[in-house]
């Protein structure tokens, strides 16, 4: 089973920046695409950005020019920068790795942006 391990997450106030990162442990992280989701409370999880195994990159709307998604396959790890954070960006981060038809998520880390 592959593990993915989000990091990065935590308190900033709004209009700050944060970078979060996803590791994974298996051998098909560069042929695979690899996403970022995030959940609020009482809200589904819902899609943030994508970059495909080729470097394509594609971005929710509410997030766009505000944020970025990169990857190092050497590192195998995705990042995301989130720049200009608002409130209602706060959630819990998921990273998701799809190759194939087979989907796996990482456990999650917590961003809180304040007023």
């Known amino acids: 089973q592959e593990q993915l391990m989000e990091s990065g997450g935590g308190l900033v106030e709004a209009g700050g920046s944060l970078r979060l990162s996803c590791v994974a442990s298996?051998?098909?992280?560069?042929?695979?695409?690899m996403a970022w989701h995030r959940q609020a409370p009482g809200k589904q999880r819902e899609w943030v950005a994508v970059?495909?195994?080729?470097?394509?990159?594609s971005y929710a709307d509410s997030v766009k020019r505000r944020f970025t998604i990169s990857r190092d396959n050497a590192k195998k790890t995705v990042y995301l920068k989130m720049n200009s954070l608002k409130p209602e960006d706060t959630a819990v981060y998921y990273c998701?790795?799809?190759?194939?038809?087979?989907?796996?998520w990482g456990q999650g880390t917590q961003v809180t942006v304040s007023s």
């Open positions: 970059i495909s195994s080729g470097g394509s990159t």
């Open positions: 998701k790795k799809v190759i194939g038809g087979e989907v796996s």
């Open positions: 298996g051998s098909t992280f560069s042929s695979s695409a």
